[in-house]
């Protein structure tokens, strides 16, 4: 164990507490000696992380002379480097060849698993389960941290209701009550109770504020938004995060009142600090900082300074701090003191990973071998993956498929081992995913299955070279489509049930993977149309990392389970859906919309003073010509083998004071023919307040099993929080009032129940 921080008296850091003037209480002793041994140079030096490539690098820019760089103790934190040995070569170049030896954080983007790569985010929200959140986030901090890593750049709890954003892919959806609880989940999971732990690493909650909001759906676009939307419903994840002890936040590449998130002072001082009571380290997005630049903010040494005196810490590969704070001090424009505070916190972060007292604690060479990927891990990865598939919808009785009909398996999603793991899994590998035809021979190896193609993800060159940055993604065939689609043709004639695997690459989700057009490929249409001429029975397995746009689609004969980018066991997770032998119960977490035009589309939307009806079209309501206000599937929406009936809605009380629970119950029957589990969810809304309400709100759910025939009564508490909102001058009350209560099993299909709020 090297311990060469504590040779140093206590006496002396005190003294340096008491001359700085800091409280001492919230000191870290050895923290504050280091300090008062650094130049201004060498504290800068802690403000600098870099990637020296490898990696996947989501910028124009990797680091170079990286090593150099650590020697002359400029750099405090590298990420894209991973592996005990790797790892060790950085870590000994800091401890050893710099003047002060600070180990460093070794960060990564470790967003759903690590190598073995659960379902994208969006997927897991589905599972409305965050005992299940937890453990995906406790494998991957396991599997992480056994090749080095202590820093996770996740979870990313960016509230969207715009799936034309690509970004939807890697967040919890659209709802802030369920993306605080997601954040909650994932921070204990990653951080668990003591960071110094083996097998516990830093988590970042991102992207501090509001990416998810971006115009028109475009990546890294502007946000304007007003304080009492922000406070509502986009910033609970955030602060949800922070209230669990989250260590680090990362700020978002978008603009907030016309300043970018990286040097908001508001944002990173007044709100996360000063009103949250944030601790912990501020880490930019990738060159976020220098791209203030092209904001219009100014040159580098103004941004740079910017961004410091706005409360940011850590300058991701930009190198602005590093390159420009030295002579914005000389200018006055920086007090040393700023940079003192920003190196203060990173510091601290090191010293609650343990890292002072063991700079190699996370590079233990026999971990990768037990710890990552291993049988454990893949069999959790498959039963987590099967309770984020959402049935979106059951045409007559083809689920689950019967074990004797002979399949045809089709689509260009069906055999695709490069598309199973979905976006934003850099850590993982293509290598080690089950497509879902190799899934039909692993989980039920007595079918009779046979493949074929039928079509390409598109037909669109000029589309597939944009997806394929990560490689080969889409891949067009040199057949001609005429002929890829007689193939599958004549294989659905031979066979009696079609199962047909379509929707979105992975690339064509994730970060600046923008669409203006959700629906399937045409490619894609046109074979599921001719599958469904045949008049075989046909089961439409769909991939996508969003919401789809597929209204034609669900009017076709057809039954669809959405199982997103179901991760490394993906093959294997689809079929034993497919098969029963589990019972699928995702509900989705985004609205899906009917088309584009419908977007943003949320279910918490506000009334209006003058509500459109959900079908007929009225004049002068707030409606549209050329479709209903409804969505093609509303938030919370998921149907399973099984039904469920919902009745007897009741609350413990009528009256309810400042201060006190309330508690719904409700009936639940299993009227269908299968055992299954429902997510019971509970809606509230606000009848008069001083602000104009949303028309509902999520605010509790509980994810019951009930035996077929069964019936279970279900409770759910309201806290007194739960009747809470941000008034117009941004504080949180409850004003007495009457509120309504909805129960069911997704948004739009509840039972109704009422109370009074006294004072
Ligand atoms: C993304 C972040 C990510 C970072 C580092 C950026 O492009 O926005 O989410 O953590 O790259 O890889």
Redesign the pocket.
């Known amino acids: 164990m090297i311990n060469y921080l504590k040779t140093y008296s206590t006496f002396l850091a005190l003294s340096l507490l008491l001359i700085s003037g800091i409280n001492a209480q919230e000191r870290i002793p050895e923290v504050e000696e280091l300090l008062g041994k650094m130049t201004l140079k060498e504290k800068i030096g802690q403000l600098n992380l870099l990637t020296p490539g490898g990696g996947v690098a989501?910028?124009s820019v990797v680091s170079e002379n990286v090593e150099a760089k650590i020697r002359k103790g400029q750099v405090g934190g590298l990420?894209g480097v991973a592996g005990p040995e790797r790892v060790r070569v950085a870590q000994e170049l800091a401890v050893n060849h710099s003047r002060l030896k600070i180990p460093l954080l070794i960060g990564s983007?470790v967003i759903h698993g690590y190598k073995t790569t659960f379902p994208i985010p969006l997927g897991l929200s589905s599972s409305w389960d965050m005992q299940l959140m937890e453990e995906v986030a406790r494998i991957s901090a396991r599997e992480a941290t056994a090749d080095g890593i202590n820093w996770n750049?996740s979870p990313?709890v960016d509230i969207a209701r715009d799936p034309r954003w690509g970004r939807i892919a890697e967040g919890a959806g659209e709802d802030p009550y369920l993306g605080s609880q997601v954040a909650r989940a994932m921070v204990r999971g990653y951080q668990g109770d003591d960071l110094s732990q083996p097998g516990t690493m830093m988590a970042t909650v991102?992207?501090l504020a509001l990416y998810g909001a971006a115009e028109a759906g475009r990546d890294y676009h502007s946000v304007d938004m007003s304080r009492i939307k922000m406070f509502n419903q986009y910033l609970p994840p955030y602060k949800a995060a922070v209230d669990e002890g989250v260590a680090s936040v990362?700020t978002s590449f978008n603009d907030i009142d016309g300043i970018p998130a990286s040097g908001n002072k508001w944002l990173l001082t007044e709100l996360l600090r000063d009103r949250w009571g944030f601790k912990g380290m501020v880490v930019s997005?990738?060159t976020s900082v220098n791209e203030m630049i092209a904001h219009g903010l100014g040159d580098l040494q103004a941004v740079s300074a910017l961004a410091l005196n706005a409360g940011l810490d850590m300058d991701m590969v930009g190198e602005g701090f590093l390159t420009t704070l030295e002579k914005s001090v000389e200018e006055g424009k920086v007090s040393e003191e700023s940079i003192t505070n920003a190196a203060r916190r990173i510091l601290e972060a090191k010293h609650r990973l343990g890292l002072f007292e063991d700079p190699y604690r996370y590079l233990d060479e026999s971990r990768p071998a037990k710890d990552i990927l291993s049988p454990e891990n893949r069999a959790a990865a498959k039963e987590i993956a099967k309770k984020t598939f959402v049935l979106l919808k059951k045409h007559e009785n083809t689920l689950p498929l019967d074990p004797k009909a002979k399949i045809a398996l089709v689509g260009p999603l069906a055999n695709s081992q490069n598309n199973m793991l979905g976006t934003w899994a850099p850590t993982g590998d293509v290598k080690n995913a089950i497509p879902v035809l190799e899934g039909f021979k692993r989980s039920m190896p007595g079918v009779n299955v046979s493949y074929a193609k039928g079509a390409n993800i598109t037909d669109d060159p000029e589309l597939a070279r944009k997806v394929n940055v990560f490689g080969p993604r889409v891949e067009i065939s040199e057949k001609d489509p005429a002929e890829l689609l007689e193939e599958a043709l004549e294989l659905v004639r031979k066979s009696d049930v079609v199962v047909a695997v379509l929707g979105e690459a992975t690339e064509m989700s994730g970060?600046a993977a923008s669409r203006t057009d959700l629906s399937l490929p045409p490619s894609q249409k046109k074979l599921l149309e001719a599958l469904v001429e045949t008049g075989k029975p046909v089961v439409v397995v769909l991939m996508s990392g969003r919401p789809l746009t597929i209204e034609e689609e669900s009017r076709m004969p057809v039954s669809i389970l959405q199982t997103w980018h179901p991760g490394v066991e993906a093959g294997n997770a689809v079929v034993e859906v497919l098969y029963g032998k589990y019972n699928p119960a995702g509900k989705l977490t985004a609205t899906w919309p009917r088309n584009v035009g419908q977007i943003p589309i949320y279910h918490s939307a506000k009334i209006t003073g003058r509500p459109g009806p959900d079908s007929e079209f009225q004049k002068f309501k707030s409606n549209y010509l050329d479709a209903p206000n409804t969505p093609l599937y509303p938030f919370g929406y998921g149907l399973s083998y099984t039904d469920f009936e919902y009745s007897n809605l009741r609350l413990d009380k009528k009256k309810v004071g400042q201060g006190e629970t309330i508690t719904a119950t409700v009936t639940v029957k299993n009227t269908g023919d299968y055992d299954g589990e429902e997510v019971v969810q509970l809606y509230l809304r606000d009848l008069v307040r001083s602000i104009t309400p949303p028309s509902k709100q999520l605010k509790g759910f509980r994810k019951v099993f009930i035996k077929k025939g069964a019936t279970a009564e279900v409770s759910i508490t309201l806290q007194p929080g739960d009747l809470k909102f941000y008034n117009s001058q941004l504080e949180y009350v409850s004003e007495p009032g009457e509120f309504e209560v909805f129960v069911g099993g997704n948004s739009e299909q509840t039972l109704k129940a009422g109370f009074e709020l006294t004072n």
Do not use: A, L, S
């Open positions: 989501t910028g990420f983007d750049f990313m991102k992207h990362m997005d990738y970060e």
